[in-house]
């Protein structure tokens, strides 16, 4: 064990030399928690109330080389107690560029569109059922072209299935999602858009049209969110879908004021949805604040918040009719470490 322990050593201080000389290493740790009280119909939920850790990650980014860089996360508390490191392994990817192309593979986030899919769940606090429920990390590869102007970035993925684990309690690693996503920056306006084929079941898919709109005016901030889910042609729209809207006002600083509604709806005869079940047509609204107390620096924030659910549910969802959540609490997220490249 001590043979092993100094090999270990060596081998680290090793790689910190040589990312000094040669990369760029930082490495972050975030953590969050938060003090929540639950309602039911008015009747309190014990179990979800109380002081909640709800997040603590680590994560180290760097470039190897001008073309090859790396990105990983990791969540140090696990999602539940079957879970495996990996499983708590958010992404871990290498990338590498070659003028206007990016080919990147390992455990990545799966390219669905959408502002609140894309938020760090860190800094989410309340979501639809739909975002409740997706596995966004898989392994896969992915190929990205960038316009000239750097506007627009156009990206391909194949990827695992979000689905190998699925409500009928059955794993197969051999689904797949194939994934095609537009992301936008146009002065004011910003988009995540995506065109998404996944498996259910073997051999069977789902598709999703994602359309996600930001829209920036001065000190407000608009996310538009609209996503269409299928399995057949005779149900392509309207039938199953997903809508989340968040405008956030920033009237200093310091200080974040933002209000929300989720509505997730599927009246669709199929099953072949996982993340909001047939028979859900539920919405969810509240709003809150968050505050950063260290002058000009986002390293520590306070939140307050609050979100009222209601409508219909079918089978065990997590978003509940007459469910009210209050929720205060804490973030932090330091730099622990910053080794630059030397010229």
Request: hydrophobic share 40%; net charge neutral; glycine share 8%.
């Amino acid at each position: 064990m001590k043979h092993l322990f100094t090999t270990f050593s060596a081998a680290l201080i090793s790689f910190f030399a040589v990312a000094q000389e040669a990369s760029l290493l930082k490495l972050d740790v975030e953590a969050r928690v938060d003090y929540m009280q639950e309602y039911q119909a008015g009747a309190k939920i014990n179990e979800a109330s109380g002081f909640k850790g709800k997040y603590l990650n680590i994560r180290m980014d760097g470039k190897l080389t001008d073309n090859v860089s790396y990105s990983y996360r990791q969540r140090l508390n696990k999602p539940n107690k079957e879970a495996t490191f990996f499983d708590a392994t958010d992404w871990i990817t290498v990338n590498y560029q070659l003028n206007n192309w990016t080919f990147s593979g390992g455990k990545q986030v799966v390219g669905i569109g959408g502002f609140e899919y894309d938020g760090a769940p860190i800094d989410l606090y309340f979501c639809s059922e739909y975002w409740n429920n997706i596995a966004c990390y898989q392994y896969g590869a992915s190929l990205a072209w960038d316009t000239a102007s750097r506007n627009d970035k156009i990206m391909f993925q194949f990827c695992e299935s979000p689905f190998r684990r699925n409500a009928l309690n059955t794993e197969n690693d051999e689904m797949f999602a194939y994934n095609m996503m537009w992301i936008g920056s146009h002065g004011f306006f910003s988009s995540l858009y995506s065109l998404n084929f996944i498996e259910y079941l073997p051999g069977e898919f789902i598709n999703y049209i994602v359309l996600g709109n930001r829209f920036n005016f001065g000190d407000f901030r608009l996310d538009l969110d609209f996503m269409n889910r299928a399995v057949s042609v005779k149900e392509l729209f309207g039938k199953d879908f997903s809508i989340m809207c968040e405008l956030k006002w920033s009237p200093i600083n310091s200080l974040d004021i933002f209000a929300k509604v989720t509505h997730d709806r599927n009246v669709s005869e199929n099953t072949g949805d996982w993340c909001v079940a047939p028979g859900t047509d539920i919405t969810r609204l509240g709003g809150g604040l968050e505050y950063y107390p260290i002058k000009d620096s986002k390293a520590l924030r306070l939140h307050l918040n609050c979100c009222y659910t209601y409508g219909k549910t079918s089978g065990m969802t997590v978003l509940q009719d007459k469910q009210t959540i209050i929720d205060a609490g804490v973030t932090w997220k330091m730099n622990m470490l910053n080794l630059k490249r030397r010229p």
